[in-house]
């Protein structure tokens, strides 16, 4: 079986969860025996079937050559349009007819597809009622988690930043659909200092975080993603928070629940029904954020056997084997139908 993966273009210096989960299923993938690989401006022959990864209007015109080609596709959107899965027909009436946002394109490519991929009911709820019927099948498949977050290694962590005292962790991009000033603001009700690890988003928006940011609060900036660094940060803090909107998973809070921490989420995209127990939801506000955190400060730490059996459904040798398997049974359709 040969497959190939499509991506961001700029996914290797734009590192986010999406670009993560793409680079973390190629390898899985190959680890199975799969002769995967990712599309490049080369590629010349895509194989036995094309996966992409993402809502890029770039990726029409391979969806046009790959259909043209007959060759099967398989789609995960990474859906991040903000609002409810009620507001999403709206949204997409006002992008199609008033602010032409909508990518005609995209709409094409996952209609036409054999399998839509997400990691959440939310998140595929969303993508029907955004995109409209006919719809092919859709699968929910958790995201990967990488099991070295598990064994992470705090002191490392803590003598390489100077860091003694219990903190609050955010991980991700300094940007608003991330929370990241709301969380700031609440920490001034939280007598805990914040390390905030990540990349600024829009120049303005973080220079206004560092601005509002009082002496509890200290950035670190980004840490590559294989740095067993990061992996030393969610093991020596306290509380994960992140109270994003637009999440479809959220990989960092997944990997500070593997390594036994609990998370203070933005309830927006109903994180509890991947977290758990590991999870406290909050509303997007500096006060419910506040104390979102202090109910997970004050609460026992979530079950250690939650932790491992969220870790075990988590791994990418799981995920890569759900996938090799729905890329089997397409290709057997196909091979029937022909």
């Known amino acids: 079986m040969r497959v190939t993966l499509v991506g961001r273009l700029d996914a290797g210096i ?21 002769d995967a690989q990712l599309w490049t401006p080369e590629t010349a022959d895509p194989g036995d079937l094309v996966h992409f990864f993402g809502c890029f209007p770039y990726f029409d015109g391979i969806s046009r050559r790959v259909r043209a ?33 909508f990518q005609k394109g995209v709409a094409e490519a996952i209609h036409s597809c054999q399998a839509i991929c997400g990691t959440s009911d939310w998140e595929l709820a969303k993508v029907r009622a955004y995109f409209g019927e006919p719809m092919p099948p859709m699968h929910r498949l958790p995201n990967g988690v990488d099991s070295r977050f598990a064994c992470g290694d705090a002191a490392l962590f803590r003598t390489h930043y100077g860091i003694e005292e219990e903190f609050v962790l955010f991980v991700g991009r300094i940007e608003r659909d ?51 660094l990061l992996a030393g940060a969610y093991a020596a803090a306290t509380v994960f ?29 109903y994180p509890e029904a991947t977290f758990g127990a590991a999870c406290t939801p909050v509303k997007r506000t500096p006060a419910a954020i506040a104390q979102g955190i202090t109910i997970a400060l004050q609460q026992d730490q ?36 022909t």
């Open 14 to 34: 734009a590192m986010g969860g999406g670009e993560v989960q793409l680079f973390a299923t190629l390898a899985a993938l190959r680890e199975r025996g799969v």
């Open 241 to 269: 928070a992140l109270p994003s909107v637009g999440e479809t998973f959220c990989l960092s809070a997944a990997e500070a629940v593997v390594a036994g921490c609990p998370v203070v989420l933005g309830e927006d995209w």
């Open 178 to 228: 991330k929370g990241t000033l709301e969380l700031i603001r609440a920490m001034q009700r939280v007598p805990h200092s914040l390390v905030v690890i990540g990349p600024d988003g829009r120049r303005k928006y973080a220079e206004r975080c560092r601005a509002e940011a009082g002496s509890n609060v200290r950035f670190l900036g980004p840490i590559p993603h294989d740095d067993p």
């Open 69 to 101: 080609l007959d060759i099967p596709t398989v789609y995960t959107p990474i859906f991040t349009q903000r609002g409810s899965v009620s507001e999403m027909p709206w949204k997409a009436f006002r992008h199609k007819h008033i602010s032409r946002k």
């Open 302 to 337: 979530f079950p250690d056997d939650f932790r491992r059996e969220f870790a075990k459904q988590m791994r990418w040798e799981t995920v890569a084997e759900m996938l090799e398997n729905l890329y089997s049974d397409i290709l057997a359709k196909k091979s029937v139908a």
